[in-house]
């Protein structure tokens, strides 16, 4: 989890100004965290104290009203309605990565990433990115290869992960939607060499710079291991007390740091 957080902060600065280059500066004194962090941690809080996940999301959007989040999101969270609204944006797929690390079965991660999607993403499309992110998380923390993953996730999710990502990235455009963001998210760290890597590559597709830094980085860090000290301590530095705290105490619950 804590790589999906260093991805989105590292991303924050690239979302609304995107890059086709991996060159550029990781941790640049305007990189932020954002709503994909602060809902990745409602979902880790969720996990660890099995509190309603509903309610948690619209706690942790009024005490970060300015984290960024999408509009359809944002007139949810601040309303009363606790109804779905058959989104099938990337939103599902950014904050599911806690659920990859959480379970020791596959059905169980997909059933769970399921259900965290529908509180907000119930159409087929949303559901189908978070699943297929926390699977990858989930396979690649559990010693699974890359073929392997590519393999389970093209089969079950019908994802294309077989375009080269230099192809990808000539002609691609900023796209929020699960199927337009996280199979490239995930190509990105397919063809990744390490963790620092997997980041770059996604933000240099230039389009949701900071989601797609968060997929990548969330499957990268289960994948690859135990990060860089200096990856935890810009992250921890960018973090408020409280969200610092779920992320501890997850990443000591889970073996996840």
């Not at 960024?68 to 309605?81: I, K, L, T, V």
Request: charged content about 20%; hydrophobic content about 40%.
């Amino acid at each position: 989890m804590l790589g999906a957080i260093a991805g989105d902060i590292i991303g924050s600065r690239f979302e609304n100004n995107p890059i086709k280059t991996t060159d550029f500066e990781l941790f640049h004194p305007d990189c932020r965290f954002t709503d994909d962090t602060v809902l990745t941690l409602a979902v880790a809080d969720h996990l660890l104290l099995g509190s309603d996940l509903t309610a948690l999301l619209k706690e942790y959007f009024n005490q970060y009203p300015e984290a960024g989040y999408g509009s359809r999101f944002m007139q949810w969270a601040s309303g009363s309605s606790r109804q779905s609204y058959n989104s099938f944006g990337n939103g599902s797929a950014m904050r599911v990565s806690p659920v990859g690390f959480a379970f020791d079965s596959l059905e169980t991660v997909l059933e769970k990433a399921k259900a965290t999607a529908e509180v907000t993403h119930n159409h087929p499309e949303g559901v189908k990115g978070a699943q297929a992110t926390a699977a990858a998380v989930f396979l690649a923390r559990t010693g699974n290869s890359k073929e392997n993953i590519k393999q389970f996730i093209e089969t079950r999710f019908q994802y294309n992960l077989s375009t080269p990502l230099d192809m990808i990235r000539s002609q691609y455009t900023f796209d929020a939607t699960c199927p337009g963001s996280v199979p490239q998210a995930i190509t990105a760290f397919l063809e990744s060499e390490n963790f620092e890597d997997a980041v770059r590559k996604a933000v240099s597709l230039g389009g949701d710079s900071d989601t797609q830094a968060c997929i990548a980085g969330g499957i990268a860090h289960a994948f690859y291991g135990k990060m860089p000290d200096i990856f935890s301590a810009e992250v921890h530095s960018r973090l408020e007390v409280p969200l610092r705290q779920i992320l501890t105490l997850f990443a000591s619950r889970f073996s996840c740091r």
